[in-house]
């Protein structure tokens, strides 16, 4: 008999079960804490002194105190304890003190990393995959030398934006 959930791990209440409230209020921790996730920070690798009930943080590595093997993990602080949660492949939250997401992939948390084959906007492709390399303006006659400038100009931008290789 399968007693969790098979991606968020949250539990089945069994039908002879006592205490049923229990394994219920957990499965809505869970939820809270796994659903949509906003955490306040993943720089530290102690627990705070004072957190907020019901906040999130992510466990830099090489973790101490309440927070000691739980490195990569989320930490909620939820009816006055800590609880951890393992993070799964793919799982997206969203840091309040960077201002980016987090993407759990391969078993490292990417931070502030977008992944994409390309990128739309109101359906017209922006940024698509990077084409090949596009030599420097050269040659021409003197008259010439602003254009080639302003076009180098525009080909070192593209390089630098990755949009043409090097």
């Known amino acids: ?3 969790q959930t098979p991606r968020l791990n949250t539990p089945y209440i069994i039908s002879t079960q006592s205490q049923k409230e229990v394994t219920h209020n957990m ?3 869970m939820l ?3 659903v949509q996730s906003s955490v306040e920070s993943s720089i530290l690798s102690v627990p705070p002194l004072s957190p907020t009930e019901g906040n999130l943080w992510l466990v830099d590595s090489v973790a101490t105190g309440d927070w000691t093997s739980h ?3 989320l930490a909620q602080f939820i009816g006055g304890i800590w609880q ?3 993070p799964f492949e793919g799982m997206l939250v969203w840091l309040k003190d960077d201002g980016v997401m987090a993407h759990y992939s391969s078993g490292l948390w990417q931070k502030g990393v977008v992944t994409a084959n390309s990128i739309e906007i109101s359906g017209q492709q922006i940024i698509g995959t990077q ?3 596009i030599s420097d303006a050269a040659g021409g006659g003197t008259i010439d030398a ?3 400038t302003a076009l180098n100009s525009l080909l070192a931008a593209c390089r630098a934006h990755g949009l043409i290789s090097p």
Do not use: S, V
Request: charged share 25%.
């Open 27 to 29: 499965a809505l921790n």
């Open 131 to 133: 084409q090949a390399a």
């Open 1 to 3: 008999m399968t007693i």
């Open 146 to 148: 602003e254009a080639r």
């Open 84 to 86: 951890f949660y393992l």
């Open 32 to 34: 809270d804490a796994l």
């Open 71 to 73: 490195d990569n993990e």
